[in-house]
């Protein structure tokens, strides 16, 4: 590998160590709907971008939102992420802050047969975070009256897909995707002013697991365009005469009326009727040439399902001396469904072989259409989301330094968010920087030897700053403003999967 397989692993640990130190509880009053906060399927790189994450153009590299893009991978390929996120939280009376650290994915892929473009992939990540604290205050017939609602735990996602080329250019894949993991629900009712007056305590536990299905597609359109280039060798030319001529004019002090004076001003001369003419035969003598660009369409439909669900239920009323005095319910393994509606998403990306692309991206799903095991929407609303960033290399060559072969990134997404609060839509809107730094050696960013045409397939380490909004003092009465910081590793093998030849 490009790194030395201690300090890969090294690197590893350290980043599972960091992420997984959690300072605070998860809190997000926003996950009390639904499945909770469902994570975006971004991978650093993405994130960097406005969350653009349909299409993948950049070699060996793929994105598992999109099954389609396995099929771009020509080596073993294996990427971590991780974020430290930090939020403010407001509705007008109180304000907290909270920090996230955590892992945001684990994945690989690799190549099962390169001729066909037959790409396989798998990798787990988390799906949906429930953390909320919702205290409500009442007054009923003179009674003061406290209801205490908290949610703690969170879905999980494992998946494994595969693509293949099945015509020229367009390639289809697939994600089969295991959802698992729990959550539990609290409610506690109280009457702090009245001893008489019995409080109840509810606990609900569910039990999630159970397959999501996504297909995928892309299709690359590439094409040229013809430009030009100036001489190099007569630019050369051209600066050394212009040095050659300062030199000569510094040397020239004026004045002198010698025969030494008389050559160096003839020299002079000479030069400027050189590069006069060297001048016209630039402009004249100008090289045709061609840049490739390729146009990416990429597009993913996420299938409704239902996600088998096990609930226990326990409730009971207790005294002022927190004393059990009745149980209510105790229902225990009560099966049930969670139905996952239908979801969509497509991107179009314009990338230039020499050191750019633009990415424009659409997502939506019918979270209006989500039912519970109450068999409730639980106040959602559809999701849209719209995304558009771009990425810039200084410079491909190979030998140049660290700063000119790193990919730097920007974009801006806007989106609805699946929740109604105060009887009003939320919205997000976030803008986003990032870079993609190659953490080759020198030795491997001059030798390169890997690369095939062109010096694209480094490894790298990806880093993504995001600032966004999401809900309103104005219209949620409920507003979170953030930061996150995310890191990615993006690391290659040439030598696994290959078949080797014995001369």
């Not at 294996?78 to 407001?90: A, C, L, M, N, V």
């Not at 003839?266 to 004249?284: E, V």
């Not at 809900?471 to 993006?490: C, I, R």
């Amino acid at each position: 590998m490009y790194l030395k397989k201690n300090n890969f692993y090294v690197l590893i640990l350290a980043l599972l160590c960091t992420f997984s130190a959690k300072a605070q509880a998860y809190l997000n009053p926003f996950s009390q709907y639904g499945l909770g906060e469902i994570q975006t399927i971004n991978q650093v790189n993405d994130k960097g971008m406005g969350g653009t994450s349909y299409t993948q153009t950049d070699p060996n590299r793929y994105n598992f939102a999109n099954p389609a893009t396995y099929s771009n991978i020509s080596y073993f390929s294996f990427e971590i992420g991780g974020t430290s996120d930090f939020y403010h939280h407001s509705d007008g009376e109180t304000n907290f802050t909270n920090f996230d650290p955590g892992i945001l994915y684990v994945s690989l892929a690799f190549p099962i047969d390169t001729a066909k473009r037959w790409g396989f992939s798998a990798g787990i990540m988390p799906y949906a975070k429930i953390g909320y604290q919702l205290q409500t205050l009442s007054t009923q017939s003179g009674i003061n009256e406290s209801l205490y609602n908290t949610g703690n735990g969170g879905l999980n996602r494992f998946y494994m897909g595969s693509s293949i080329r099945l015509f020229h250019n367009f390639y289809l894949g697939a994600n089969a995707s295991f959802i698992f993991g729990s959550e539990q629900n609290t409610l506690t009712q109280t009457f702090p002013d009245s001893s008489q007056l019995y409080g109840a305590h509810q606990t609900a536990n569910n039990l999630t697991a159970g397959l999501l299905c996504d297909i995928g597609f892309t299709y690359n359109i590439n094409f040229s365009l013809p430009y030009k280039i100036k001489n190099p060798d007569l630019v050369n030319y051209y600066s050394f005469l212009k040095d050659s001529l300062k030199r000569l004019e510094k040397t020239n002090t004026g004045g002198s009326y010698n025969s030494n004076a008389n050559n160096l001003n003839a020299k002079i001369d000479s030069l400027n009727k050189k590069m006069r003419g060297l001048r016209d035969s630039i402009r004249s003598n100008e090289i045709s040439k061609k840049n490739g660009y390729t146009i990416q369409l990429g597009g993913t439909c996420n299938l409704p399902a239902n996600l088998p669900t096990t609930q226990t239920i326990d409730a009971y009323t207790y005294s002022s001396n927190l004393s059990v005095s009745d149980s209510l319910s105790h229902y225990v393994n009560q099966s049930g469904y969670i139905f996952m509606p239908l979801g969509i998403g497509g991107s179009i990306e314009l990338a230039s072989e020499q050191n750019w692309k633009i990415v424009a991206s659409a997502e939506y799903r019918q979270w209006s259409k989500f039912h519970g095991l109450v068999g409730t929407s639980d106040s959602m609303n559809d999701y849209y989301s719209f995304g558009i960033g771009g990425q810039i290399t200084p410079r491909r060559e190979s030998g140049n330094n660290i700063w000119t072969t790193t990919n730097y990134r920007i974009g801006f997404r806007y989106s609805q968010m699946p929740y109604i609060v105060n009887g009003n839509k939320v919205n997000e809107m976030g803008f986003s920087i990032g870079a993609g730094i190659p953490i080759g050696t020198q030795k491997v960013r001059l030798l390169n030897r890997y690369a095939e045409d062109k010096p694209k397939n480094w490894p790298y380490l990806d880093v993504a700053l995001e600032f966004g909004q999401e809900g309103s003092m104005a219209l949620n009465h409920l507003q979170q403003q953030y930061v996150m910081l995310s890191f990615g590793f993006h690391i290659f093998e040439v030598n696994w999967f290959q078949k080797h030849k014995i001369d």
